[in-house]
T-cell receptor
């Protein structure tokens, strides 16, 4: 597609439920990133996929968080047993080369855990 | 460790005036890249300007320019002739090792008509 697409745009879930957030990167972009933006904070790196290499999961805050990327394209970020502190905007970005030219970001998913 | 600091949580500027947003960073890398991103209410991060650390010349993009002081590890953004559409959060970011950006906490800019 023309840009990075994320769905849903907004998600309200009950504490303890699992949620899945989806990211469709720009076609042909081999690198895909997930960031979390909490209220009043900068962007916190979560996970990075590059081609067929093993993902860099060093930013995932707990084992309740996981992500996969199927066929080198669409990615899903899953949060199990959601907690109120998981409430944030989750941003996905992609790039065609290593990010020295910057990423293209999606509009994010605003997750609210009640 | 690589860090980015934005010490101005909020700023405002009159329409058509000039404003400068501050950013300092820390890295032990020699080759790195610095960016300013704009985040309007739509939430989508938009690349404003990019600077390669090995270039001494300050980057410019139309009304946007940077003052890159490598020795001081400072990377400020100047917006000239401010427009209402410039109202947004602005994030300074560093790209170094580890294949990821390091972002500051952002500056909320309001352009006043």
């Amino acid at each position: 597609g023309a840009g990075v697409s994320q769905s849903p745009s907004n998600k309200v879930t009950e504490k303890g439920k699992d949620v899945e957030l989806r990211c469709d990167p720009i076609s042909g972009h081999t690198a895909l990133y997930w960031y979390r933006q909490s209220l009043g904070q900068g962007l916190e790196f979560l996970i990075y996929f590059q081609g067929n290499s093993a993902p860099d999961k060093s930013g995932l805050p707990s084992d309740r968080f996981s992500a996969e990327r199927t066929g080198g394209s669409v990615s899903t970020l899953t949060i199990q047993r959601t907690q109120q502190e998981d409430s944030a905007v989750y941003l996905c970005a992609s790039s065609s080369v290593v990010g020295t030219y910057g990423y293209t970001f999606g509009s994010g998913t605003r997750l609210t855990v009640v | 460790a690589q860090t980015v600091t934005q010490s101005q949580p909020e700023m405002s500027v009159q329409e058509a005036e000039t404003v400068t947003l501050s950013c300092t960073y820390d890295t032990s890398e020699n080759n790195y890249y610095l960016f300013w991103y704009k985040q309007p209410p739509s939430r989508q991060m938009i690349l404003v300007i990019r600077q390669e650390a090995y270039k001494q010349q300050n980057a410019t993009e139309n009304r946007f320019s940077v003052n890159f002081q490598k020795a001081a590890k400072s990377f400020s953004l100047k917006i000239s002739d401010s427009q209402l559409g410039d109202t947004a959060m602005y994030f300074c970011a560093l790209w170094g090792t580890g294949n990821q950006f390091y972002f500051g906490t952002g500056t909320s800019l309001t352009v006043i008509p």
